[in-house]
Protein backbone atom coordinates (compact mmCIF):
# COMPACT_ATOMS: atom_id res chain seq x y z
CA UNK A 1 0.00 0.00 0.00
CA UNK A 2 1.57 3.58 -0.66
CA UNK A 3 2.56 5.55 2.23
CA UNK A 4 1.72 8.96 0.87
CA UNK A 5 -0.95 10.82 -1.43
CA UNK A 6 1.44 13.64 -2.99
CA UNK A 7 -0.30 16.48 -5.25
CA UNK A 8 1.91 16.96 -8.04
CA UNK A 9 1.44 20.87 -9.60
CA UNK A 10 4.09 21.21 -12.64
CA UNK A 11 2.95 24.15 -13.46
CA UNK A 12 4.58 26.56 -16.68
CA UNK A 13 7.10 26.80 -18.05
CA UNK A 14 10.63 24.78 -16.43
CA UNK A 15 8.17 23.48 -14.02
CA UNK A 16 7.51 20.07 -15.39
CA UNK A 17 10.49 19.05 -16.22
CA UNK A 18 12.04 19.97 -13.02
CA UNK A 19 9.30 17.81 -11.44
CA UNK A 20 10.02 15.04 -13.61
CA UNK A 21 14.03 15.42 -12.50
CA UNK A 22 12.62 15.18 -9.02
CA UNK A 23 10.91 12.54 -9.08
CA UNK A 24 13.29 10.51 -11.20
CA UNK A 25 15.71 11.01 -7.63
CA UNK A 26 12.91 10.46 -5.42
CA UNK A 27 12.50 6.73 -7.31
CA UNK A 28 15.62 5.73 -7.04
CA UNK A 29 15.62 6.59 -3.60
CA UNK A 30 13.15 3.65 -2.98
CA UNK A 31 10.49 6.67 -1.80
CA UNK A 32 6.51 4.90 -2.65
CA UNK A 33 3.81 7.64 -3.26
CA UNK A 34 1.23 8.46 -5.50
CA UNK A 35 1.24 11.32 -7.34
CA UNK A 36 -2.10 12.99 -8.67
CA UNK A 37 -1.37 16.05 -10.77
CA UNK A 38 -3.44 19.22 -10.56
CA UNK A 39 -4.30 22.14 -12.85
CA UNK A 40 -2.37 25.45 -11.92
CA UNK A 41 -0.62 28.27 -13.92
CA UNK A 42 -0.88 30.87 -16.57
CA UNK A 43 -2.73 28.56 -19.17
CA UNK A 44 -5.54 27.96 -16.75
CA UNK A 45 -5.76 31.65 -16.54
CA UNK A 46 -5.95 32.49 -20.38
CA UNK A 47 -8.61 29.77 -20.88
CA UNK A 48 -10.33 29.87 -17.62
CA UNK A 49 -10.13 32.95 -15.49
CA UNK A 50 -8.41 31.31 -12.86
CA UNK A 51 -5.22 30.26 -12.45
CA UNK A 52 -5.71 27.91 -9.41
CA UNK A 53 -9.17 26.60 -10.15
CA UNK A 54 -11.18 24.78 -7.28
CA UNK A 55 -10.48 21.77 -8.67
CA UNK A 56 -7.04 21.66 -8.03
CA UNK A 57 -7.91 22.78 -4.17
CA UNK A 58 -10.13 19.87 -3.54
CA UNK A 59 -7.03 18.20 -4.52
CA UNK A 60 -4.62 19.59 -2.17
CA UNK A 61 -7.13 18.85 0.26
CA UNK A 62 -7.04 15.79 -0.54
CA UNK A 63 -3.57 15.19 -0.11
CA UNK A 64 -0.75 14.69 2.00
CA UNK A 65 1.59 17.84 0.99
CA UNK A 66 2.44 19.21 -2.63
CA UNK A 67 5.24 19.22 -4.92
CA UNK A 68 5.37 22.02 -7.02
CA UNK A 69 7.16 23.23 -9.99
CA UNK A 70 6.52 27.10 -10.80
CA UNK A 71 4.18 29.54 -12.20
CA UNK A 72 4.34 32.46 -14.33
CA UNK A 73 2.83 35.89 -12.95
CA UNK A 74 2.85 38.72 -14.50
CA UNK A 75 1.46 42.17 -14.01
CA UNK A 76 -2.61 42.86 -14.02
CA UNK A 77 -3.23 44.71 -17.42
CA UNK A 78 -0.49 41.75 -18.79
CA UNK A 79 -2.68 39.40 -17.57
CA UNK A 80 -6.27 40.63 -18.52
CA UNK A 81 -4.84 41.22 -22.36
CA UNK A 82 -3.89 37.54 -22.74
CA UNK A 83 -7.22 36.33 -21.06
CA UNK A 84 -9.35 34.77 -23.71
CA UNK A 85 -11.68 36.83 -25.72
CA UNK A 86 -14.72 35.84 -24.32
CA UNK A 87 -14.00 36.07 -20.83
CA UNK A 88 -12.65 39.34 -20.81
CA UNK A 89 -14.65 42.22 -19.31
CA UNK A 90 -16.40 39.78 -16.84
CA UNK A 91 -14.58 40.63 -13.68
CA UNK A 92 -11.58 38.20 -13.61
CA UNK A 93 -8.48 39.76 -11.92
CA UNK A 94 -4.91 37.83 -12.04
CA UNK A 95 -3.96 36.69 -8.80
CA UNK A 96 -0.40 34.70 -7.92
CA UNK A 97 -1.72 30.74 -7.43
CA UNK A 98 1.44 30.44 -4.70
CA UNK A 99 0.26 33.59 -2.93
CA UNK A 100 -3.20 32.38 -2.72
CA UNK A 101 -2.02 29.00 -1.42
CA UNK A 102 -0.13 30.23 1.28
CA UNK A 103 -3.26 31.99 2.62
CA UNK A 104 -5.75 29.91 2.02
CA UNK A 105 -4.06 26.77 4.00
CA UNK A 106 -2.05 29.15 6.07
CA UNK A 107 1.12 28.17 5.02
CA UNK A 108 2.81 30.20 7.39
CA UNK A 109 6.66 29.47 7.28
CA UNK A 110 8.72 29.38 3.95
CA UNK A 111 11.60 28.00 4.73
CA UNK A 112 14.47 28.64 2.53
CA UNK A 113 18.18 26.88 3.34
CA UNK A 114 21.21 28.37 1.82
CA UNK A 115 23.67 26.17 1.63
CA UNK A 116 27.16 25.96 -0.14
CA UNK A 117 27.81 22.55 -1.22
CA UNK A 118 31.83 21.98 -1.23
CA UNK A 119 33.14 22.00 -5.36
CA UNK A 120 30.35 24.59 -6.13
CA UNK A 121 32.02 27.08 -8.43
CA UNK A 122 29.63 29.47 -7.68
CA UNK A 123 29.92 29.76 -4.30
CA UNK A 124 31.05 33.13 -3.19
CA UNK A 125 32.24 31.69 0.07
CA UNK A 126 32.80 28.14 1.49
CA UNK A 127 31.12 27.34 4.88
CA UNK A 128 27.74 29.17 4.15
CA UNK A 129 24.75 27.31 5.85
CA UNK A 130 21.89 29.35 6.85
CA UNK A 131 18.29 28.98 6.58
CA UNK A 132 16.27 32.10 5.74
CA UNK A 133 13.00 32.16 7.91
CA UNK A 134 10.17 34.34 5.97
CA UNK A 135 6.43 34.88 7.38
CA UNK A 136 4.45 33.54 4.40
CA UNK A 137 0.68 35.17 5.07
CA UNK A 138 1.08 38.65 5.80
CA UNK A 139 3.30 41.81 5.51
CA UNK A 140 3.09 43.69 2.19
CA UNK A 141 2.39 40.44 0.46
CA UNK A 142 -1.39 40.18 2.34
CA UNK A 143 -3.05 41.28 -0.72
CA UNK A 144 -4.64 44.67 0.85
CA UNK A 145 -4.46 47.20 -2.16
CA UNK A 146 -6.22 50.06 -3.50
CA UNK A 147 -5.97 51.79 -6.48
CA UNK A 148 -7.27 54.60 -7.15
CA UNK A 149 -7.84 55.17 -3.30
CA UNK A 150 -10.87 55.43 -1.83
CA UNK A 151 -11.81 58.21 -0.16
CA UNK A 152 -12.17 56.81 3.22
CA UNK A 153 -8.65 55.79 2.28
CA UNK A 154 -7.75 59.23 1.50
CA UNK A 155 -9.66 60.84 4.16
CA UNK A 156 -7.10 59.02 6.76
CA UNK A 157 -3.62 60.05 4.54
CA UNK A 158 -4.69 63.57 4.49
CA UNK A 159 -5.42 63.36 8.68
CA UNK A 160 -2.09 61.24 9.30
CA UNK A 161 0.12 63.70 6.91
CA UNK A 162 -1.67 67.09 7.64
CA UNK A 163 1.26 68.41 9.02
CA UNK A 164 3.32 67.70 6.26
CA UNK A 165 0.99 67.80 3.48
CA UNK A 166 2.82 64.99 1.98
CA UNK A 167 -0.54 63.68 0.17
CA UNK A 168 -2.96 66.15 0.38
CA UNK A 169 -2.64 67.81 -2.50
CA UNK A 170 -2.78 64.91 -4.66
CA UNK A 171 -5.88 63.30 -6.28
CA UNK A 172 -6.95 60.01 -5.15
CA UNK A 173 -5.79 58.53 -8.63
CA UNK A 174 -2.38 59.66 -8.43
CA UNK A 175 -1.93 57.56 -5.16
CA UNK A 176 -1.75 53.60 -5.17
CA UNK A 177 -1.31 51.93 -1.46
CA UNK A 178 -0.81 48.14 -0.45
CA UNK A 179 -0.84 47.79 3.11
CA UNK A 180 1.75 46.29 5.34
CA UNK A 181 -0.04 44.02 8.08
CA UNK A 182 2.00 41.98 10.77
CA UNK A 183 -0.23 40.35 13.32
CA UNK A 184 1.08 38.97 16.78
CA UNK A 185 -0.22 35.88 15.63
CA UNK A 186 1.76 36.09 12.26
CA UNK A 187 4.83 36.73 14.36
CA UNK A 188 4.94 34.08 16.81
CA UNK A 189 4.50 31.69 14.13
CA UNK A 190 7.30 32.72 11.73
CA UNK A 191 9.41 33.60 14.71
CA UNK A 192 8.38 29.87 16.69
CA UNK A 193 9.36 28.10 13.85
CA UNK A 194 13.24 29.69 13.46
CA UNK A 195 13.87 29.20 17.32
CA UNK A 196 12.10 26.28 17.48
CA UNK A 197 14.59 24.77 14.53
CA UNK A 198 17.56 26.67 16.48
CA UNK A 199 17.01 24.18 19.21
CA UNK A 200 16.42 21.37 17.35
CA UNK A 201 19.27 21.49 15.03
CA UNK A 202 21.75 23.00 17.60
CA UNK A 203 21.82 26.22 15.81
CA UNK A 204 22.93 28.62 18.00
CA UNK A 205 22.13 32.30 16.62
CA UNK A 206 18.95 33.92 15.58
CA UNK A 207 18.42 37.12 13.80
CA UNK A 208 15.83 38.96 13.01
CA UNK A 209 15.91 41.31 10.09
CA UNK A 210 13.41 43.87 10.20
CA UNK A 211 13.13 48.23 10.12
CA UNK A 212 11.75 49.35 13.54
CA UNK A 213 13.66 52.17 13.28
CA UNK A 214 11.47 53.50 10.16
CA UNK A 215 8.61 51.07 10.07
CA UNK A 216 7.81 51.24 13.79
CA UNK A 217 4.36 50.25 14.44
CA UNK A 218 4.79 46.73 12.12
CA UNK A 219 8.71 46.05 12.46
CA UNK A 220 8.41 47.30 15.66
CA UNK A 221 5.37 44.42 16.59
CA UNK A 222 7.73 41.89 15.15
CA UNK A 223 10.74 42.86 17.21
CA UNK A 224 8.47 43.15 20.34
CA UNK A 225 7.25 39.45 19.90
CA UNK A 226 11.52 38.52 19.24
CA UNK A 227 12.74 39.77 22.44
CA UNK A 228 9.38 38.32 24.60
CA UNK A 229 10.28 34.96 22.81
CA UNK A 230 13.57 34.71 22.82
CA UNK A 231 13.55 34.22 26.61
CA UNK A 232 12.37 30.95 26.44
CA UNK A 233 15.21 29.66 24.31
CA UNK A 234 18.30 30.34 26.36
CA UNK A 235 20.86 28.37 24.19
CA UNK A 236 19.96 30.66 21.28
CA UNK A 237 21.40 34.14 21.32
CA UNK A 238 19.33 36.29 19.02
CA UNK A 239 20.37 39.53 17.86
CA UNK A 240 18.33 42.02 15.31
CA UNK A 241 19.70 44.15 12.01
CA UNK A 242 17.91 46.32 9.93
CA UNK A 243 17.31 44.93 7.43
CA UNK A 244 19.43 47.26 4.80
CA UNK A 245 22.20 46.25 6.81
CA UNK A 246 21.67 42.64 7.21
CA UNK A 247 21.68 42.39 3.38
CA UNK A 248 25.43 44.23 3.64
CA UNK A 249 26.04 41.62 6.48
CA UNK A 250 25.29 38.91 4.12
CA UNK A 251 27.48 39.64 1.66
CA UNK A 252 30.49 40.67 3.92
CA UNK A 253 30.16 37.97 6.16
CA UNK A 254 27.41 34.84 5.42
CA UNK A 255 29.56 32.19 6.65
CA UNK A 256 28.31 33.68 10.21
CA UNK A 257 24.71 33.80 10.16
CA UNK A 258 23.02 30.80 11.18
CA UNK A 259 19.15 31.44 11.42
CA UNK A 260 17.35 34.42 9.56
CA UNK A 261 14.31 35.55 10.42
CA UNK A 262 12.17 38.17 8.31
CA UNK A 263 8.51 39.45 7.40
CA UNK A 264 7.36 38.63 4.34
CA UNK A 265 8.80 41.00 1.79
CA UNK A 266 11.90 40.98 3.69
CA UNK A 267 12.36 37.41 3.79
CA UNK A 268 11.78 37.63 0.23
CA UNK A 269 14.48 39.62 -0.76
CA UNK A 270 17.09 38.09 1.60
CA UNK A 271 16.41 34.69 0.56
CA UNK A 272 17.20 35.15 -2.90
CA UNK A 273 20.20 37.34 -2.22
CA UNK A 274 21.44 34.03 0.00
CA UNK A 275 20.35 31.77 -2.84
CA UNK A 276 23.23 33.84 -4.77
CA UNK A 277 25.87 33.30 -2.32
CA UNK A 278 25.81 29.41 -2.87
CA UNK A 279 25.07 29.04 -6.57
CA UNK A 280 22.10 31.08 -7.99
CA UNK A 281 18.51 29.95 -8.16
CA UNK A 282 19.76 26.40 -9.56
CA UNK A 283 20.08 25.52 -5.55
CA UNK A 284 17.53 27.43 -4.02
CA UNK A 285 14.33 25.53 -2.58
CA UNK A 286 11.46 26.64 -0.44
CA UNK A 287 8.71 24.61 2.03
CA UNK A 288 5.63 26.31 2.51
CA UNK A 289 4.80 25.04 5.70
CA UNK A 290 1.60 24.99 7.57
CA UNK A 291 0.00 23.37 10.53
CA UNK A 292 -1.62 21.03 8.10
CA UNK A 293 -0.20 20.88 4.58
CA UNK A 294 2.91 21.67 3.15
CA UNK A 295 3.93 23.01 -0.23
CA UNK A 296 7.52 22.57 -1.49
CA UNK A 297 8.92 24.22 -4.55
CA UNK A 298 12.40 25.97 -6.39
CA UNK A 299 11.96 29.66 -6.12
CA UNK A 300 13.71 30.18 -9.82
CA UNK A 301 10.36 30.56 -11.01
CA UNK A 302 9.16 29.30 -14.66
CA UNK A 303 12.07 30.63 -16.93
CA UNK A 304 10.14 30.48 -19.84
CA UNK A 305 12.95 30.90 -22.06
CA UNK A 306 14.96 27.95 -21.07
CA UNK A 307 11.01 25.87 -21.42
CA UNK A 308 11.88 22.32 -23.41
CA UNK A 309 15.07 23.07 -23.66
CA UNK A 310 16.44 20.28 -20.91
CA UNK A 311 18.77 23.06 -19.56
CA UNK A 312 17.59 24.21 -16.04
CA UNK A 313 18.78 23.08 -13.20
CA UNK A 314 17.38 21.03 -11.34
CA UNK A 315 19.08 20.73 -7.71
CA UNK A 316 16.45 23.45 -6.25
CA UNK A 317 13.69 21.00 -6.90
CA UNK A 318 15.06 18.34 -5.74
CA UNK A 319 16.41 19.58 -2.65
CA UNK A 320 12.61 20.69 -2.38
CA UNK A 321 11.69 17.35 -2.77
CA UNK A 322 14.17 16.36 0.28
CA UNK A 323 12.62 19.30 2.05
CA UNK A 324 9.25 16.91 1.64
CA UNK A 325 10.49 14.02 3.04
CA UNK A 326 11.36 15.82 6.34
CA UNK A 327 8.28 17.58 6.58
CA UNK A 328 6.72 13.62 5.64
CA UNK A 329 8.86 11.76 8.52
CA UNK A 330 11.02 10.44 5.63
CA UNK A 331 14.22 11.26 7.85
CA UNK A 332 16.75 8.13 6.30
CA UNK A 333 15.77 9.17 3.13
CA UNK A 334 16.23 12.63 2.77
CA UNK A 335 19.72 12.16 4.22
CA UNK A 336 20.44 10.04 0.97
CA UNK A 337 19.41 12.94 -1.08
CA UNK A 338 21.19 15.49 0.34
CA UNK A 339 24.27 13.34 0.50
CA UNK A 340 24.23 12.26 -3.47
CA UNK A 341 23.53 16.27 -4.58
CA UNK A 342 26.07 17.10 -2.20
CA UNK A 343 28.77 14.40 -4.06
CA UNK A 344 27.63 14.92 -7.70
CA UNK A 345 28.27 18.25 -6.77
CA UNK A 346 31.74 18.47 -5.51
CA UNK A 347 33.29 15.27 -7.96
CA UNK A 348 32.16 18.28 -10.87
CA UNK A 349 32.27 15.42 -13.40
CA UNK A 350 28.16 16.41 -13.91
CA UNK A 351 27.57 20.22 -14.46
CA UNK A 352 24.31 22.09 -15.71
CA UNK A 353 25.14 25.60 -17.99
CA UNK A 354 24.36 27.35 -14.91
CA UNK A 355 27.71 25.81 -12.66
CA UNK A 356 29.58 26.41 -16.02
CA UNK A 357 29.06 22.74 -17.44
CA UNK A 358 27.12 21.68 -20.39
CA UNK A 359 25.00 18.55 -18.46
CA UNK A 360 21.15 18.45 -19.07
CA UNK A 361 18.26 18.82 -16.68
CA UNK A 362 18.13 15.20 -17.52
CA UNK A 363 21.71 14.27 -16.62
CA UNK A 364 21.92 15.95 -13.39
CA UNK A 365 19.14 14.23 -12.56
CA UNK A 366 20.49 10.95 -13.49
CA UNK A 367 23.92 11.36 -12.15
CA UNK A 368 22.35 12.33 -8.56
CA UNK A 369 19.68 9.14 -8.94
CA UNK A 370 23.14 7.01 -10.03
CA UNK A 371 24.18 7.74 -6.42
CA UNK A 372 21.10 6.76 -4.61
Not at 125 to 154: H, M, Q, S
Not at 216 to 230: F, I, W
Amino acid sequence: MVKHRIAELPGDGVGPEVIDAAKMVLDSAGFEAEYIQGDIGWEFWKTEGNPLPERTLELLRSTDCSLFGAITSKPKDEAAIELDPDLRDKGFVYFSPIVAMRQMFQLHTNMRPCIAYDGNPLNIKEGIDLVVFRENTEGLYAGVEWYPVPDEVKEVFDRHHRKWGTFNELPREDIAVSLRVITRKGAERILRSGFEYAKKFNRTRLTLAEKPNVLRETSGLMTRVARDMATGYPNVAMDEANVDAMAMWLVKDPEKYQVIVASNLFGDILSDLGAGLVGGLGFASAANIGDDYAVFEPTHGSAPKYAGKNTINPIAMILASKMMLDWLGEIETAKRIEKAVSKVVKEGKVRTRDMGGSSSTTEMAKAIASEL
